[in-house]
C-alpha cells in the first residue's frame, strides 16, 4: 500500500498539529528552499521528540531561479518588467530580482512564473537579465519559481549549490536530502562519496533530468517526480507521457518513487478533493508510485489535517479492497517463480538491499517482509509501497538457521496475517547485483 510523504510548513510546524501529521505520516518532508536554517533546527528537533524513528526528508535548493521579493508585487498585463540576478544594478519599480543565475541556455522566448501559472514574453536578454512583457495582471508572492521551457542549468553551478547546502543541512542529521532540479547522475556519485548515510532522493523536475531519468534512477535511492515544475520545464501538453516515461525507468531501477505536486491541492478550499484529483491518484498508484506527498496541502493550508485524513481513508478503502488471502503453487520453478507469482509474501533477509531491488524489478506486485540490522536500508525500504520492514540485531552468520528460525517465529503474526505459506529469500553476503544465497518456502505450522 502507497506510503504518505507530508511536508511541513508555517501553519503545521506547531507542536499540537505537528504530533497528528506524524502519526498519520510516513515520511515528513522540510522544503530548504523556505524558513530560516534556525527554524527547519527547531523543526527537527520538534520531531525527533515526537517520533525518533519517522525518516525526515530536506529538500535542498537547487538551481532553479526564485523570485527575491519579501512582500506580494501586483503584474499589470503588457507591462514590462526586468528580472535580474545582478546584485549592483540601478533600482526601478518594475525590477524583479532573482535567487539564482539565469539557465545556461535558454531555448524559447517565453517563460513562466510559479509552477506555470503565470506568463511572459522576452524582449530582450543578457547573460543577467531579462526583459520581458506580462501576458496577465496577477499577484506575485513572494519567492515564487520562474521556469524557462526546454532550457539547461550549469552544471558546475548546481554541484557548488548542492554541496552548500550539504555542508549546512547534514549537520541538522536528516535521513534523506532532496536534491532539486537534478539533471544528471554524475552529481549522486559524488555526494555518495562524502555523504554515504544519506538516503539521496533525486527530483525529476527539468528538460535535462527526464532526458537522464533512466541514469538517475539508477544511481539514485529514491525518485521525486515534482510534476508542477516538471510541467513548466517541459510543457504541460508533455505531462502525462514524461511521467509515464520517468516512472517507468524508476521501477525498472527497483527504486522507490515519490509522486508530488498538487495531489490533493483542491482540498485547501474545499471539503472533498475533486475528481480529476481522485483519478490522478489511482493513475500515479498505477504507474507504481510507492509515496504520494503532500506539499501546500499541509505546509500551508488550515486544512491540514482534514487533508491527511482523507488521504489516510483513501489509503485505507484501497487495502481494504485489494485483501485476499493468497495461495502457494509450490510447482514453479525457482529461476523463474518470482515473476509468476501474484500477491505472495516474500520474506527477505538482507544486509545491503540488492535483494529488496532485484525482486521489484522483476515483480513489483509481492508482499515484502524486510528484516535487516542496516538502518538506512530499513528506511529507505519503509518507504516502498509493497514493503514492511523489521529491525534486527546484527546477522548472527555462525548460527544462520537458528537466527532466522528466531525472527520469523517472533514476528509470525505479521508474516502469516494473510497466508498460510511464504517464501524465504537471503541475502546474508551480498554482492550487487547477485541472486539469493537461499530460497525456501515454509508454512506457518514450522513456527508454532
Same mark, same amino acid.
Given at each position: ?77 503588457? *507591462? ?55 501576458? *496577465? ?21 548546481? !554541484? ?33 562519496? $562524502? ?79 475533486? $475528481? ?54 509450490? *510447482? ?11 500477491? *505472495?509474501?516474500?520474506?527477505?533477509? &538482507? ?6 531491488? &532485484? ?25 516502498? !509501497? ?26 509470525? $503474526? ?35
Amino acid at each position: 500500500m502507497f506510503k504518505i510523504v507530508s511536508t511541513i510548513g508555517p501553519i503545521s510546524a506547531n507542536i499540537g498539529t505537528l504530533k497528528k501529521i506524524i502519526n498519520s505520516s510516513d515520511l515528513i518532508r522540510l522544503n530548504g528552499a523556505h524558513n530560516t536554517i534556525e527554524w527547519h533546527k527547531n523543526t527537527i528537533t520538534k520531531i525527533r521528540k515526537i517520533n525518533s524513528k519517522i525518516p525526515i526528508l530536506v529538500d535542498l535548493p537547487g538551481i532553479k531561479p526564485r523570485t527575491n521579493n519579501i512582500k506580494k508585487i501586483f503584474i499589470n498585463k503588457n *507591462q514590462i518588467y526586468r528580472f535580474s540576478y545582478q546584485k549592483k544594478i540601478k533600482k526601478s519599480k518594475n525590477d524583479i530580482f532573482l535567487s539564482n543565475p539565469l539557465p545556461e541556455i535558454i531555448k524559447d522566448k517565453k517563460f513562466t512564473l510559479s509552477d506555470g501559472n503565470f506568463n511572459f514574453i522576452i524582449k530582450k536578454k543578457t547573460k543577467n537579465e531579462i526583459y520581458a512583457k506580462s501576458l *496577465q495582471s496577477f499577484v506575485l508572492f513572494p519567492q515564487k519559481g520562474v521556469n524557462f521551457l526546454n532550457s539547461k542549468y550549469d552544471e558546475k553551478n548546481q !554541484r557548488k549549490k548542492y554541496f552548500k547546502y550539504l555542508k549546512v543541512f547534514s549537520k541538522l542529521k536528516p535521513d534523506a536530502v532532496g536534491l532539486s532540479y537534478i539533471q544528471s547522475a554524475n552529481i549522486l556519485f559524488d555526494i555518495k562519496k $562524502k555523504f554515504n548515510n544519506l538516503i539521496l532522493v533525486s527530483k525529476i523536475e527539468n528538460f535535462s533530468g527526464l532526458l537522464n531519468s533512466k541514469s538517475i534512477a539508477e544511481a539514485s535511492d529514491m525518485v521525486m517526480i515534482d510534476r508542477g515544475d516538471l510541467s513548466a520545464e517541459i510543457g504541460s501538453e508533455n505531462l502525462f507521457s514524461s511521467i509515464k516515461e520517468i516512472s517507468k525507468n524508476v521501477k525498472k531501477s527497483g527504486k522507490p518513487l515519490i509522486m508530488a505536486t498538487e495531489n490533493l491541492e483542491s482540498m485547501t478550499k474545499k471539503t472533498n478533493p475533486s $475528481k480529476s484529483e481522485v483519478v490522478a491518484m489511482g493513475f500515479n498508484l498505477d504507474l507504481g508510485a510507492d509515496c504520494i506527498m503532500l506539499s501546500e496541502e499541509t505546509a500551508v493550508s488550515e486544512s491540514c489535517l482534514k487533508i491527511l485524513a482523507w488521504l489516510n481513508n483513501f489509503r485505507i478503502k484501497l487495502k481494504d479492497s485489494s485483501k485476499k488471502k493468497s495461495t502457494l503453487n509450490r *510447482q514453479l520453478l525457482l529461476s523463474n517463480f518470482i515473476e509468476k507469482l501474484d500477491g *505472495q509474501t516474500l520474506v527477505i533477509f &538482507s544486509k545491503k538491499g540488492y535483494a529488496v531491488e &532485484s525482486v521489484n524489478k522483476i515483480n513489483d506486485k509481492l508482499n515484502i517482509i524486510l528484516f535487516t540490522d542496516n538502518r538506512k536500508l530499513l528506511k529507505i525500504s519503509s518507504l516502498r !509501497r509493497n514493503v514492511q520492514t523489521i529491525f534486527t540485531k546484527k546477522f548472527d552468520n555462525k548460527n544462520l538457521e537458528k537466527f532466522i528460525y528466531k525472527n520469523i517465529k517472533k514476528n509470525k $503474526k505479521i508474516i502469516f496475517r494473510n497466508t498460510r505459506d511464504v517464501i524465504i529469500l537471503r541475502i546474508i553476503y551480498p554482492i550487487s547485483n547477485s541472486r539469493a544465497n537461499n530460497i525456501s518456502i515454509v508454512n506457518y505450522k514450522n513456527f508454532k
